[in-house]
Each structure stands twice: as structure tokens, then as C-alpha cells.
């Protein structure tokens, strides 16, 4: 059956996923004056999950799923507490471009897995030559801060995975997924992070900022990633990720005033130059 033709391409959702993806991040860099990083990160999620619980009310699905189903959702809302929670510690030493960066790197795996054609050889390569250039070398005066980025990297492809299986399920419909796994990630992050936001509910300022920094970071892309995913290869979206770095490097100019080198420039270029000639594998379903 055709989709409607109002419905918006899936690239379209990932280029909004691309823009907040680090922009409610770079935000969040500001609310560390007020709030320990660990807060900031469960601030995020748990604002998130507010949000999906009043819009989704996603409670009532879990009495109908089954184990697999259980055990998925849990699974992904493990890695998105963890992911979360890395990203913000990794986010107090190193740019936004370079934690983007890295990131990215175990991403490309999953799209050589399917590559077979030159156009997408020639797109990794040049995928993984611009984060490489984009990957500022701070390994001896940030060794914690490469460590944690290298952590929230991993987490991230489990994000990917975990979620084209939640988006792809007929078990749980729409977004409803999300909204429970965000649901279940407030719980898991709070021995983590909840003491540590605790001040923010005595800081109204802080707490305006926690709450958008979780609207923009997490319910925005996170909805725009389903959206996405549901219609995209995993490969074609893994590789379309490396997009993000250039992203970042960007919005850390404009929120943040970090001012990329040269080979920074160059390494952004390679990454878009990269998500501009990979070719599809498969149509995308709709």
C-alpha cells in the first residue's frame, strides 16, 4: 500500500534528528554550571519520559506484551540511561565535535556490514578519514574523557540496533516503544544520576533548562530516530549517522564558541561528503 503523500521522506526525520541530536546537548554543556553532569543526563531522560507518559500514556501496553517484547524494551532502556549518562561525563572533558566523533566510529561497522558496492566503499572510507580528522588527539590529556566517549560509542550502536528492532516490531505500535523504554530509563538512571539532579528542583532556572534540554535531546530526535528507522535500511541509516559529527562541530560553533581547526573543516567535508554518495542497498519499505 503507498504511503500518503503528506508523509515526509525518511531523510527528512533523520536531518531533524541530526539538528537536536547535539543541540539539546550543547544546551545542557551550559546547565553545568548549575547541575552536575550525572543530574543533567537523568534530568534529560526523566523529562523525556514526562512528556511521553502524559502524550502516550505508554503504561498500558506493558500488560499486553510478551517476554521478548518485555525484554527488548528493557534492554534498549538499559543502553539509554547508560548512554545517556556517559555522554554528559564525556561531555564535561572533551568538544562536542570530538565526543560526536567518536561516537560515530563503531556506527560505520554496522554499515560495512552491508556494503557491496563501490560507491559505498569509496562513502566508508571517506566516512572514516573525516572522523578521523574531526577527532581532535587528546588521548594523554584526556584519557578519562576518550574513555567515556569510547563507552557512550558502544552504547550508541546498541541504541541503533535495539531500536530499528523496537521501530520494526508489530508488537508495540508507533512511538509507543519509545515512550515505554524512556519510561523504564528514568527508572534505571535515577540511582545514577538522581541525587546528583536533586538541586535543580530547588533552581527553577535549572529546572526550566533540564526540562527543554530533555524535550530537545531526547523526545525530539529520539521520535524523529523512529520515525527514520522504521523506513530505512539499518545499514543506510548507520552510515547516514555519519553526519553527525559535522553536526555537532557546527552547532558547538554557534552555542558553544568551540572553533574548529583546519583539519576539523576537512574532516567535516569527508563526513558529508560521504553521507552524499552512498547509494542504497534496498528501497527503503513504506
Known amino acids: 500500500m503507498p504511503a500518503p503523500a503528506t508523509r515526509l521522506p525518511p531523510h527528512a526525520y533523520f536531518a531533524v534528528s541530526a539538528v537536536f541530536h547535539y543541540l539539546g546537548p550543547a544546551f545542557a554543556v551550559l546547565l553545568f554550571?548549575?547541575?552536575?553532569?550525572?543530574?543533567?543526563?537523568?534530568?534529560?531522560?526523566?523529562?523525556?519520559?514526562?512528556?511521553?507518559?502524559l502524550w502516550r500514556r505508554p503504561?498500558?501496553?506493558?500488560?499486553?506484551l510478551d517476554r521478548p517484547t518485555r525484554l527488548l524494551l528493557a534492554g534498549w532502556a538499559g543502553v539509554l540511561a547508560l548512554m545517556n549518562s556517559v555522554f554528559y561525563l564525556a561531555l564535561e572533558r572533551l568538544p562536542l565535535g570530538t565526543v560526536a566523533a567518536i561516537e560515530f566510529l563503531p556506527v560505520i561497522v554496522l554499515a560495512a556490514f552491508a556494503t557491496r558496492t563501490w560507491r559505498n566503499l569509496a562513502a566508508l572510507a571517506s566516512a572514516v578519514a573525516g572522523v578521523y580528522l574531526l577527532t581532535d588527539v587528546r588521548l594523554v590529556s584526556e584519557p578519562l574523557g576518550i574513555a567515556l566517549a569510547a563507552a557512550n560509542a558502544v552504547l550508541f550502536a546498541a541504541y541503533i540496533v535495539l531500536g530499528h528492532r523496537v521501530a520494526r516490531t508489530e508488537k508495540v505500535p508507533g512511538i509507543d516503544g519509545l515512550a515505554l523504554a524512556m519510561l523504564i530509563a528514568a527508572l534505571f538512571a535515577l540511582p545514577i544520576g538522581g541525587g546528583a539532579a536533586a538541586p535543580a528542583f530547588a533552581d527553577p532556572v535549572a529546572l526550566a533548562a533540564g526540562i527543554g534540554v530533555g524535550f530537545t535531546s531526547s523526545v525530539v530526535p529520539y521520535v524523529a530516530d523512529q520515525l527514520a528507522m522504521a523506513r530505512l535500511a539499518r545499514a543506510t541509516y548507520a552510515l547516514m549517522v555519519s553526519l553527525l559529527p559535522a553536526t555537532a562541530t557546527v552547532i558547538g560553533v554557534l552555542v558553544l564558541a568551540q572553533i574548529p581547526t583546519a583539519p576539523e573543516i576537512a574532516g567535516v567535508l569527508m563526513v558529508v561528503t560521504a553521507v552524499a554518495i552512498h547509494q542504497e542497498l534496498t528501497p527503503a519499505p513504506l
Open 33 to 53: 554550571a548549575r547541575v552536575e553532569a550525572l543530574g543533567v543526563a537523568w534530568l534529560r531522560i526523566a523529562a523525556a519520559a514526562v512528556v511521553f507518559a
Open 59 to 64: 503504561w498500558r501496553l506493558w500488560p499486553r
